[in-house]
């Protein structure tokens, strides 16, 4: 079992930054390749961004590509998401998604899912 709570977001102008942080409990973390999605107002929920479990892949959204950054930090339990020239079309709340396979892009390839942090960029 893993559980997943977001933190950092937030409102923000066009073209500023966030820093999303995802804390994971549980002994298992580093096993699990981990995600991050998003979910606008009358839309499904789509892929942002993944990184494996040892952190030495990593794969994005072609929306997202140039400015958003997927790290995590084994030790601390923690993934992040770097998110730099932000544009209103970023609007969504932001989840956090652990699973047992890399290269996951669809949200069925994850197991645990956090509550999600609301994060609005406006124009």
């Known amino acids: 079992q893993v559980q997943l709570v977001e933190s950092g977001g937030g409102l923000v102008q066009a073209g500023g930054s966030l820093r999303l942080s995802c804390a994971a409990s549980?002994?298992?973390?580093?096993?699990?390749?981990m995600g991050w999605f998003r979910q606008a107002p009358g839309k499904e929920r789509e892929f942002v961004a993944g990184i494996s479990w040892s952190g030495g892949t990593t794969y994005y959204a072609d929306s997202v590509k140039g400015r958003f950054t997927i790290s995590r930090d084994n030790a601390k339990n923690t993934v992040y998401l770097q998110m730099i020239s932000l544009k209103p079309e970023d609007t969504a709340v932001y989840y956090c998604?652990?699973?047992?396979?890399?290269?996951?892009?669809?949200?069925?390839?994850?197991?645990?899912w956090g509550q999600g942090t609301q994060v609005t960029v406006s124009s």
């Open positions: 549980g002994r298992t973390f580093s096993s699990y390749a």
């Open positions: 998604a652990a699973g047992t396979s890399d290269y996951g892009f669809g949200v069925h390839e994850y197991d645990y």
